[in-house]
């Protein structure tokens, strides 16, 4: 028996396990069986008896093990036996279906023209019928009868359309998932055709339809080819289907990037290419037109407006295919002229977009006559645009002027050419918009990159050159762009457009966009990298010339564009240039010219002198300029940095020598800085006696370069030296022996100056380079400084307690910067080497507990008003505040422990308690907000009883310092009037901390508009009692009408909603609660509503609230109602029409 007649007997039930083992060898590829090949050798009659045993194995297999068992679970009961025999039958049944697939498939591409596929077809039919009954676990049985119907499809053979729905629907929901492949796409555009054979109306096509809007949802569809295709094929479908899509699409379009919009423009496009009748009709006036009402009209803070403009710019782009041109003429025309006289700026400007950006909108059968005349039309709308009132308006005009002048420049006659340039020159000039004058210069870098345009820019664009000044920056910086522009396409020379003193004189004084700009305009003009070193430096000394502080800002930014090897060529180049000056100089005095060297010959040197101080000085600068730019590539380059270092360092002492004038010292000693001290040895040794040698009162200019150099060596230790025996000479009390013979070195006598030694710390603690150099000495020397510092206490309670302070040379200014700076040392000491110990916050809480002894007994009113005792007043509140300043510093860098917050708190109490403590007020505030904001910051993590016992004290000092405010507007009301006003921002800043963290921990909230909330209501009640007729009882319209505190804290209260929100809520519980009770205490609470309402409450929530104290009030009645002549009486019929105002609708 041959193979294929033993195949053929096997295709039945009877022979079933050698059908399985035939199905076993196919799959096996190592097995010579190949089903493919022995199908092809069956002849007509062989294949379709194989077709009817195939179909008869499959009905016998499906009757034995119906569909109906394949789901279903075996009873818990049953017998194991029974389990095992079930899923052994479904493994069986399983299996032959599988078979029957591979055969089927593999008959199909075998089907000639002249064989009946009847019984196959019938056999497919069923096999498509079971998909649905398969189970889940059979998803390679699922996979394989869609491959069958894909195939069966794809050959065109009779019953596809049943078979290929099938398909499609299968491939379709795959496409859908995250995980799908470019090849599930390209498989369902396949199949597209499909489509066809769903009807639209039908109840089953529902899903189909959900499924088919998701592909348009799916970015995986969208950017591929395949995908488009099918996408743009989908619009075909169904007249009714393309609003769908539409309406899908639109809805989406927010969120896709730009990237996916220009595909969604493509698929408009192409579906609209393929269109005709109402499919046409419906894309044309359903989807385009729509797109382009939604251009016109949307708003431009829309985020679909730029996604509209995005997809109707991709048909502008197309109007050279055939149609799309008539098209855009025929569906602007509704639109596009109406809104260009719409009454809303924002509609005209948005339809000026879409129409200079599809100029011309004309329809390409008009004759020339007709077209001419439209032409025309649409240039006067141009110039209307141009002259439009609003500058949103002339902004767009004038970007699509120079869209469309570049454009069509040799299509439009040069008499309008030369109006619209004019009319953009006039608009340079728009004094009532910034925006219209940036957008010209913007706009016309546009229409310099069409070359027939260069003759006519050449004649206008001088008339520009004052927008180099214009008081707005991005103005500015849209003329500079625009000269670089001319300047790249040679549109006309950029100096001629802008004179060269002006670009300097903006360069001098310009901020650093503007800068930058003119730097990269004037480069190649000042620094031409592809000509000699010896010209650049020429060129730097014509700048000089031209101007000094130009050419300081040039070569600032002159880095940015040359390489660094450039930039230290030129600072060798002038090193040469100024040695040639110095030596031509010494020639000149020993008239010995013929004997020069011609080494450091220049072409310079007769042209700079040494006697020139101004230009001798603006090379050094440069040359520091330079140094620095490119001082981290020198480091990165140790040989070319050793190169640099030699060659300046065997001239420096000839130039300190030479340049004696303070403006030339300043670089001089800028340059030894960049060196090590042992290069430059003779200057080195020199600068702590330089510092020394300073007298009282220099300037920082004169002290902070030395500085730096030593800082910069290394030699930090030598400056902490003078300052710490200045100070220390400086004490009333003289330096002990032992002190005084712990080291022995060889110095000239110096007068101790201890206001200069501040002045260094000060300078070296504040700029961060010199500072991390202070803080790299050994932690001995520092204490040392720290030490010195804080023995001036005791000098600075001397001013406070008698004006005899004997031999000090120590003046009570010097005494509180020296206070002021050791709070400031000891704050950056605990970071550096106490980050877990209290070593220096000790030092700064026994510095505030000294404060509490000595200083505050000061705060007092004198007893007579002396000058004396006034200036003891302000000395001790000065020492207050810097003690206070250092300690919120601490605080604000979270180095502050709840200890330390404690002792603040604590003594922010004593202040509070000095008769004259209010002078610190503003200040106590701003503690308190730094302190509640840390610990409520720090609540969130972790709630623990130091952190709620601290916030509670806080609440005190807040209602100690509205007590404290309170009392002296009764005692001294102007002088409490301006301490209020100091104190705002401060009081602001703390009730807004409370309310941004109210939700770490809401008692606190409670807490302080409670005592807000008290203290208004004290104030109002105290007003209210003082009245003594009736006439004087005026409901307050503004705050400005409420007595001074409560007009300050509502006021507070009143810029913001949460704030609001959180007052009301107090004042409606202290209501409901009745700690609000009788006729003044209600008028009170209905004043403050009457205030609240012109604020950002809701106007209910005041409604609600008076309609409450409404209610209350009416149990008054008969009391008042007694005494017809009372204030009282008064007062609650004012009460009442308060609240009868608020509550009006």
């Known amino acids: 028996m041959t193979k294929r007649e033993a195949f053929l007997q096997a295709v039945s039930k009877e022979y079933v396990e050698e059908f399985l083992n035939f199905v076993k060898l196919s799959k096996d590829r190592s097995d010579p069986f190949d089903l493919d090949e022995l199908l092809q050798e069956f002849p007509k009659k062989q294949k379709e008896e194989l077709w009817e045993n195939l179909g008869k194995l499959l009905t016998d297999v499906l009757l034995e093990f119906p569909m109906e068992k394949w789901n279903c679970e075996i009873d818990e009961d049953s017998a194991d036996e029974m389990e095992v025999e079930g899923s052994a039958d479904l493994k069986q049944t399983m299996s032959v279906i599988e078979g029957v697939i591979m055969v089927a498939c593999a008959s199909i591409r075998v089907i000639d023209e002249d064989v009946t596929y009847g019984a196959l077809l019938e056999c497919a039919i069923i096999l498509n019928g079971i998909l649905d009954a398969l189970p889940k676990s059979q998803l390679f049985l699922q996979i394989s009868i869609q491959r069958l119907c894909e195939s069966w499809w794809e050959k065109g053979l009779e019953g596809k359309e049943e078979l290929g729905k099938t398909a499609f629907l299968m491939l379709l929901e795959k496409s859908l998932l995250l995980k799908n492949s470019a090849a599930d796409i390209q498989r369902l555009w396949n199949l597209h055709q499909a489509l066809l054979s769903f009807d639209y109306d039908s109840e089953d096509s529902s899903e189909v339809k959900d499924m088919l809007l998701q592909c348009f949802l799916s970015v995986n569809h969208i950017k591929r080819e395949e995908g488009r295709r099918f996408l743009s094929f989908l619009f075909s479908w169904n007249v009714s289907f393309i609003k769908m899509i539409h309406g899908t699409l639109r809805n989406q379009l927010q969120f896709f990037p730009k990237s996916i919009t220009v595909h969604v423009a493509e698929l408009y496009f192409r579906a609209w290419t393929k269109a005709s009748g109402v499919f046409l009709q419906e894309i044309e006036n359903g989807c385009i037109q729509d797109l382009m009402h939604h251009g016109v009209h949307l708003h431009r803070n829309s985020p679909v407006h730029s996604k509209v403009r995005q997809i109707l710019s991709y048909f502008h782009k197309q109007k050279h295919r055939q149609g799309v041109e008539e098209m855009l003429y025929r569906l602007y025309q509704p639109i596009l002229w109406r809104g260009l006289k719409a009454r809303n700026s924002e509609v005209r400007a948005n339809a000026a977009l879409l129409f200079t950006e599809a100029f011309p909108v004309r329809d390409p059968s008009f004759d020339n006559e007709v077209m001419d005349s439209e032409i025309q039309r649409q240039f006067e709308v141009l110039f209307s645009l141009l002259e439009d009132p609003q500058p949103l308006v002339r902004?767009?005009?004038?970007?699509?002027?120079?869209?469309?002048?570049?454009?069509?420049?040799?299509?439009?006659?040069?008499?309008?050419?030369?109006?619209?340039?004019?009319?953009?020159?006039?608009?340079?000039?728009?004094?009532?918009?910034?925006?219209?004058?940036?957008?010209?210069?913007?706009?016309?870098?546009?229409?310099?990159?069409?070359?027939?345009?260069?003759?006519?820019?050449?004649?206008?664009?001088?008339?520009?050159?004052?927008?180099?000044?214009?008081?707005?920056?991005?103005?500015?910086?849209?003329?500079?762009?625009?000269?670089?522009?001319?300047?790249?396409?040679?549109?006309?020379?950029?100096?001629?457009?802008?004179?060269?003193?002006?670009?300097?004189?903006?360069?001098?004084?310009?901020?650093?966009?503007?800068?930058?700009?003119?730097?990269?305009?004037?480069?190649?003009?000042?620094?031409?990298?592809?000509?000699?070193?010896?010209?650049?430096?020429?060129?730097?000394?014509?700048?000089?010339?031209?101007?000094?502080m130009?050419?300081?800002?040039?070569?600032?930014?002159?880095?940015?564009?040359?390489?660094?090897?450039?930039?230290?060529?030129?600072?060798?180049?002038?090193?040469?240039?100024?040695?040639?000056?110095?030596?031509?100089?010494?020639?000149?005095?020993?008239?010995?010219?013929?004997?020069?060297?011609?080494?450091?010959?220049?072409?310079?040197?007769?042209?700079?002198?040494?006697?020139?101080?101004?230009?001798?000085?603006?090379?050094?600068?440069?040359?520091?300029?330079?140094?620095?730019?490119?001082?981290?590539?020198?480091?990165?380059?140790?040989?070319?940095?050793?190169?640099?270092?030699?060659?300046?360092?065997?001239?420096?002492?000839?130039?300190?020598?030479?340049?004696?004038?303070?403006?030339?010292?300043?670089?001089?000693?800028?340059?030894?800085?960049?060196?090590?001290?042992?290069?430059?040895?003779?200057?080195?040794?020199?600068?702590?006696?330089?510092?020394?040698?300073?007298?009282?009162?220099?300037?920082?200019?004169?002290?902070?370069?030395?500085?730096?150099?030593?800082?910069?060596?290394?030699?930090?230790?030598?400056?902490?030296?003078?300052?710490?025996?200045?100070?220390?000479?400086?004490?009333?009390?003289?330096?002990?022996?032992?002190?005084?013979?712990?080291?022995?070195?060889?110095?000239?006598?110096?007068?101790?100056?201890?206001?200069?030694?501040?002045?260094?710390?000060?300078?070296?603690?504040?700029?961060?380079?010199?500072?991390?150099?202070?803080?790299?000495?050994?932690?001995?020397?520092?204490?040392?400084?720290?030490?010195?510092?804080g023995a001036l206490k005791e000098v600075f309670y001397s001013f406070i307690s008698s004006p005899e302070t004997g031999s000090c040379k120590i003046d009570k200014e010097t005494a509180l910067r020296a206070f002021l700076l050791h709070g400031r040392l000891s704050i950056h000491l605990q970071h550096k080497y106490n980050t877990d110990e209290r070593t220096y916050l000790l030092l700064l809480e026994n510095t505030a507990a000294w404060t509490i002894e000595k200083v505050l007994p000061f705060l007092i009113n004198p007893i007579c008003e002396d000058e004396a005792s006034e200036q003891k007043t302000l000395v001790a509140k000065q020492a207050v505040e810097a003690c206070l300043t250092v300690c919120k510093d601490v605080i604000m860098v979270g180095l502050a422990d709840p200890e330390f917050q404690g002792q603040i708190l604590q003594f922010s109490l004593s202040v509070l308690q000095a008769e004259r403590g209010y002078m610190c007020l503003p200040l106590l505030l701003s503690v308190l907000k730094e302190i509640t904001e840390n610990c409520l910051a720090l609540t969130v993590q972790n709630q623990n009883e130091d952190l709620l016992v601290l916030l509670n004290i806080a609440q005190n000092v807040f209602q100690k310092i509205l007590e404290t405010a309170a009392r002296r507007l009764r005692k001294q009301r102007e002088e409490a009037l301006q301490l209020l006003h100091s104190a705002h921002v401060m009081l602001a800043d703390f009730i807004n901390v409370v309310q941004d963290w109210h939700a770490a921990n809401v008692l606190v909230l409670h807490g302080v508009f409670s005592t807000i909330l008290a203290a208004v209501l004290v104030e109002l009640s105290h007003y209210l009692q003082k009245v003594s007729h009736a006439e004087e009882l005026t409901p307050p319209e503004t705050v400005q009408d409420l007595p001074p505190l409560s007009s300050t804290l509502l006021a507070i209260i009143m810029k913001s909603p949460s704030l609001s929100r959180s007052f009301l809520s107090e004042l409606n519980e202290s209501v409901d609660s009745e700690a609000v009770e009788g006729v003044v205490g209600l008028t009170a609470v209905l004043c403050i509503l009457t205030v609240v309402r012109q604020g950002k409450c809701k106007g209910s929530d005041i409604k609600s609230s008076a309609a409450s104290v409404h209610i209350k009030l009416q149990k008054y009645y008969e009391v008042v109602a007694e005494a017809s002549d009372s204030i009282e009486r008064a007062i609650y019929e004012s009460a009442l029409k308060i609240g009868n105002d608020i509550l009006q609708p």
Request: one cysteine or more; aromatic letters at 6%.
């Open 395 to 548: 902004s767009t005009g004038v970007l699509g002027v120079c869209r469309i002048a570049t454009k069509y420049w040799d299509m439009i006659p040069p008499t309008i050419l030369t109006d619209f340039l004019k009319k953009l020159i006039d608009l340079a000039s728009d004094v009532s918009s910034a925006d219209v004058r940036c957008s010209v210069f913007k706009c016309m870098a546009m229409v310099t990159e069409n070359k027939l345009s260069h003759p006519l820019l050449e004649q206008l664009l001088p008339a520009l050159k004052n927008s180099l000044h214009d008081n707005s920056e991005k103005v500015r910086v849209a003329f500079v762009d625009l000269l670089q522009k001319i300047k790249a396409v040679r549109a006309a020379k950029f100096w001629k457009v802008c004179p060269m003193e002006h670009l300097l004189a903006r360069l001098e004084t310009d901020s650093r966009p503007v800068g930058r700009r003119i730097v990269n305009l004037l480069f190649n003009s000042f620094l031409p990298v592809n000509q000699s070193e010896e010209v650049w430096c020429e060129r730097c000394v014509t700048l000089i010339q031209m101007n000094p």
């Open 550 to 789: 130009a050419a300081r800002k040039f070569y600032q930014y002159a880095h940015e564009h040359t390489a660094p090897t450039n930039i230290a060529k030129l600072m060798l180049t002038i090193r040469r240039c100024l040695n040639a000056c110095i030596q031509r100089t010494a020639r000149e005095d020993q008239d010995d010219v013929e004997n020069s060297n011609k080494e450091n010959t220049s072409v310079l040197e007769h042209v700079l002198s040494i006697n020139d101080t101004a230009s001798m000085a603006s090379l050094l600068e440069i040359t520091v300029i330079l140094w620095r730019s490119i001082r981290k590539s020198l480091e990165m380059n140790k040989e070319a940095l050793a190169y640099t270092t030699s060659k300046f360092a065997s001239v420096l002492p000839g130039y300190f020598r030479v340049f004696k004038e303070d403006r030339c010292m300043v670089p001089l000693i800028l340059l030894a800085s960049f060196m090590p001290a042992a290069a430059v040895p003779t200057f080195s040794c020199g600068v702590v006696s330089k510092l020394r040698s300073l007298e009282k009162g220099a300037t920082e200019n004169q002290y902070s370069s030395l500085i730096d150099c030593l800082c910069q060596w290394g030699q930090v230790g030598h400056v902490l030296e003078v300052i710490t025996d200045w100070l220390t000479e400086a004490m009333p009390l003289k330096q002990s022996k032992r002190d005084s013979e712990r080291r022995v070195r060889i110095q000239e006598v110096v007068e101790a100056k201890p206001d200069l030694a501040l002045d260094y710390a000060e300078y070296m603690i504040t700029h961060t380079m010199n500072r991390d150099c202070l803080l790299a000495v050994p932690q001995k020397k520092l204490n040392h400084l720290l030490k010195a510092l």
